[in-house]
């Protein structure tokens, strides 16, 4: 395919969607390279995963009161490396117009929830307060609205009888895993289409 795509990852914690992502692409499936992880955290196991792979990983200083300087270095880093593709993967800081403006169309969200059902934080607590019987997640394009963006792809779950918050976050997260890579696939096909 030759598709060469540079992705490049934010990041906050345990980074297994991230993970998820490199094990496709060292297995051939995902024709891609992640050519930078950056993190708000510099204690995120995501840095140490990233350096196990030899990614180039980056913590950088955020601080709430002036969220655009983490975005401005975060960016030029992105920039640097040449990434056609921004990954938020167990990013937990919301984006300012600043960045999402800079990287307009090409910043990738998951949420775990089939959104529109359940925005913002706590989506499998939500669910099971609903009593929905199906769940799942979400990969949308990131806009100025949160979790609001165009829908690439979705999977869904069953919600069981006796789920708590963390067997229905395992079980969704079984299909984040591969809902991600497969967005990023879905991507690359609209992009060979033009
Ligand atoms: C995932 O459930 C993701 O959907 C949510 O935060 C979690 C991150 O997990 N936004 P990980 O860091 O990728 O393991």
């Given at each position: 395919?030759?598709?060469?795509?540079k992705l490049g990852v934010l990041?906050?914690?345990?980074?297994?969607?991230?993970?998820?992502i490199q094990k496709?692409?060292?297995?051939?499936?995902?024709?891609?390279?992640?050519?930078?992880?950056?993190?708000?955290?510099?204690?995120?196991?995501?840095?140490?995963?990233?350096?196990?792979?030899?990614?180039?990983?980056?913590?950088?200083?955020?601080?709430?009161?002036?969220?655009?300087?983490?975005?401005?270095?975060?960016?030029?880093?992105?920039?640097?490396?040449?990434?056609?593709?921004?990954?938020?993967?167990?990013?937990?800081?919301?984006?300012?117009?600043?960045?999402?403006?800079?990287?307009?169309?090409?910043?990738?969200?998951?949420?775990?929830?089939?959104?529109?059902?359940?925005?913002?934080?706590?989506?499998?607590?939500?669910?099971?307060?609903?009593?929905?019987?199906?769940?799942?997640?979400?990969?949308?394009?990131?806009?100025?609205?949160?979790?609001?963006?165009?829908?690439?792809?979705?999977?869904?779950?069953?919600?069981?009888?006796?789920?708590?918050?963390?067997?229905?976050?395992?079980?969704?997260?079984?299909?984040?895993?591969?809902?991600?890579?497969?967005?990023?696939?879905?991507?690359?096909?609209?992009?060979?289409?033009?």
């Amino acid at each position: 395919m030759g598709l060469n795509t540079k992705l490049g990852v934010l990041a906050s914690g345990r980074g297994s969607n991230f993970q998820a992502i490199q094990k496709e692409i060292e297995a051939g499936t995902l024709d891609a390279e992640i050519a930078v992880l950056i993190s708000d955290r510099a204690q995120a196991p995501a840095l140490e995963i990233a350096a196990a792979h030899g990614i180039d990983a980056h913590a950088l200083p955020y601080d709430k009161n002036n969220r655009e300087a983490f975005e401005r270095a975060a960016g030029d880093l992105l920039e640097q490396a040449g990434c056609e593709w921004i990954v938020l993967a167990g990013f937990m800081r919301i984006l300012t117009p600043y960045f999402i403006n800079r990287f307009a169309g090409r910043i990738l969200n998951i949420h775990p929830s089939l959104l529109p059902d359940f925005k913002g934080l706590h989506p499998q607590r939500q669910a099971l307060e609903a009593g929905v019987k199906t769940s799942g997640c979400t990969v949308h394009l990131v806009t100025q609205d949160l979790d609001a963006g165009p829908i690439i792809t979705q999977s869904e779950v069953p919600v069981l009888e006796n789920d708590t918050e963390e067997t229905l976050a395992a079980r969704i997260l079984v299909q984040e895993h591969r809902a991600y890579p497969e967005a990023i696939r879905i991507l690359q096909k609209k992009r060979e289409e033009g």
